[in-house]
């Protein structure tokens, strides 16, 4: 449509797509292979390019988060064990009790706190809050993103919300930066 | 209302994605209940710590460099591949144009060529106020691109012609009929702005010789570099941004179902907006009408800050 090349148009979104990686991978490695393998499979596919209504970002965003959960699936499929943050997350739901928009915590400060708590919480969970906080993305896109009604993106926002609140809240009551159930994040 | 629906309604208002007609209501609540109040409060700090995680992380240099070696080399290898299939796809080829020619002769060469852009955008000073053009040929050089004459073509046809090409940024978009103002349309481009911003702009013109830029964006556009820029409250709860700028051009744009709409022409600003009223982008309703736990989602119109 633009004449232009698949790098001119891909490449400016290059900082965004990393940092969306570095955010649900575990480290800093994992996130260049992620971003690079997500630029490849766009490469290949620019002549479906299927997101026009959106822009290349969402488009960018939902191959790279396609690609991840991908990834996930081989290793639960290698590993077979159920994953211990959803199990921590759901005590420590059960702990605090259900919130419902009456935790209060002043998130002023608590930066590293919060990256924990991402780091806790399921792909799926990680992956809304990124896009909704992250990207000014609307539900819309972000459903297109996810492909996922945006009812769906309301309601597992809804949640994500909560259980990232009751994560944090959890970690004021075991004392500030205390990962939660003493895991460290990597 | 249960309190999850009530939090998911907050929530959407939290984010912008409300629609005006909804907002002045939950506003209401809003003002009467410090609880909610204090609910959008934590969703949008908790935005605003999440964003603050998010933009630590930065791409190592070489990263990008890593992965334009890839492309290239893949396109390399693409091309390898291309050029051999290419040689036995061209002695094919080749014989088949041979026996078309032959066949069908003259009457190859009576298809209609596409007329060189009109220069529609150029013509006017969007340019100065958009803030956002380089991909944009007809603000440039006028080069031709994906710009096409529509010429004789009803506003329908050209709309089936955009919508075939993928050309318009919005699903549901459409150009607008704007024959009740006595404006036709004369020739339309889509086009990507700085930013990936995916754009179809269009000329139309009246007897009279006066001409009317429209455009429509896949998001929000801020005017920008005019001197006067004012907010008009439009119908249909329309939120127009009005800028007059040099050489009598008055631009009118406003925001809806995430994407922007532009008008642009020589005209004062008043007359303009009068035409802005009756433009329907998305058709006549600004979204599907159902119940009001629904309708809060579907006929959503961001306004985001």
């Given at each position: ?95 605090i009790g259900s919130v419902e928009g009456d935790l209060q915590i002043d998130l002023d400060g608590l930066d590293d706190e919060v990256k924990r708590a991402l780091e806790q919480l399921s792909p799926d969970f990680r992956s809304i809050l990124l896009l909704w906080a992250s990207m ?51 | ?305």
């Amino acid at each position: 449509m633009s004449g232009k090349s698949f790098e001119e148009i891909a490449l400016p979104h290059l900082d965004v797509l990393y940092r969306y990686a570095r955010r649900l991978t575990p480290d800093a490695h994992a996130a260049e292979d992620l971003v690079q393998d997500t630029y490849l499979k766009a490469y290949k596919a620019f002549g479906k390019f299927e997101l026009r209504e959106f822009g290349v970002r969402p488009w960018l965003l939902k191959i790279l988060h396609n690609t991840f959960l991908n990834g996930e699936a081989k290793k639960k499929h290698a590993a077979h064990s159920t994953e211990p943050q959803v199990l921590d997350t759901a005590r420590a739901a059960a702990e605090i009790g259900s919130v419902e928009g009456d935790l209060q915590i002043d998130l002023d400060g608590l930066d590293d706190e919060v990256k924990r708590a991402l780091e806790q919480l399921s792909p799926d969970f990680r992956s809304i809050l990124l896009l909704w906080a992250s990207m000014e993305l609307s539900y819309q896109e972000i459903a297109e993103i996810l492909s996922v009604p945006i009812g769906t993106v309301m309601s597992r926002l809804h949640r994500a919300r909560q259980q990232m609140m009751t994560l944090l809240a959890d970690y004021k009551l075991r004392g500030r930066g205390e990962p939660l159930n003493g895991r460290e994040a990597t | 209302m249960s309190r999850t629906q009530r939090s998911l309604q907050l929530a959407a208002y939290a984010d912008g994605e409300v629609a005006a007609a909804h907002r002045a209501a939950i506003e209401q609540d809003l003002a009467k209940s410090p609880a909610a109040m204090r609910e959008v409060e934590d969703i949008r700090a908790q935005r605003a710590a999440l964003h603050r995680v998010f933009i630590e992380a930065s791409p190592t240099a070489e990263l990008a460099e890593r992965i334009q070696a890839r492309i290239r080399e893949d396109r390399q290898r693409a091309s390898g591949r291309t050029w051999r299939i290419g040689l036995a796809s061209a002695f094919a080829a080749a014989a088949v144009i041979m026996m078309s020619v032959r066949l069908i002769g003259p009457e190859l060469w009576h298809q209609e060529l596409v007329s060189p852009p009109p220069l529609a955008a150029r013509a006017l000073a969007v340019n100065a106020v958009l803030g956002a053009h380089r991909a944009c040929s007809t603000l440039g050089d006028g080069t031709a691109h994906d710009e096409f004459r529509v010429g004789q073509k009803s506003i329908a046809e050209a709309n089936r012609i955009l919508k075939a090409l993928r050309a318009m940024p919005k699903e549901g978009a459409a150009l607008p009929d704007l024959s009740e103002s006595k404006f036709a349309l004369s020739s339309a481009c889509a086009c990507a702005l700085v930013s990936n911003c995916e754009v179809v702009h269009a000329t139309y013109n009246s007897a009279g010789g006066a001409t009317l830029s429209v455009w429509m964006s896949d998001r929000p556009l801020a005017l920008s570099g005019a001197s006067k820029l004012r907010k008009v409250s439009g119908e249909a709860g329309r939120v127009y941004q009005v800028a007059e700028v040099a050489g009598g051009y008055s631009i009118v744009q406003w925001d809806e179902r995430l994407a922007s709409v532009v008008l642009c022409g020589q005209m004062p600003a008043d007359q303009l907006l009068k035409i802005a009223d009756r433009v329907q982008p998305f058709g006549s309703a600004l979204g599907p009408s159902v119940g009001p736990r629904v309708a809060l989602v579907m006929t959503a119109l961001p306004q985001r800050g």
